[in-house]
């Protein structure tokens, strides 16, 4: 099988711009199983890792559960996440409750 790989290049750069808008805190970012989506989020954010925290969540991961343990499941994956990049910011203490 051969992978074909697109020069996108041009759509990181016009990406980054986007991210960069006054007042832009959500994006939409979809396509069809198959198309890329993930490749190029990859390369946008391989090249910008000190600028950007990145956090991806898989959906395949979720799909099964109920609604109502998806957004306990999804915030444990944040944290289990930011835990693994960033530990040597975070100081944890142990606490005893009663």
Known sequence: MNNIVVDHKPL?????EHLELHGNHR???TAPFGQGKT???NE?????????????????????SA??????????DILVQLIGKYKENI??????FS
Request: hydrophobic share 40%.
């Open 91 to 96: 100081s944890l203490q142990k606490e005893d």
């Open 44 to 64: 946008v954010f391989k090249e910008t890792a000190d600028k950007y925290y990145t956090i991806k969540l898989y959906p395949v991961n979720y799909s099964v």
């Open 12 to 16: 990181e750069k016009q990406f980054l």
């Open 67 to 76: 609604n109502e343990d998806v957004f306990e499941l999804i915030k444990f």
């Open 39 to 41: 490749t190029f989020l």
């Open 27 to 29: 994006i939409l970012f």
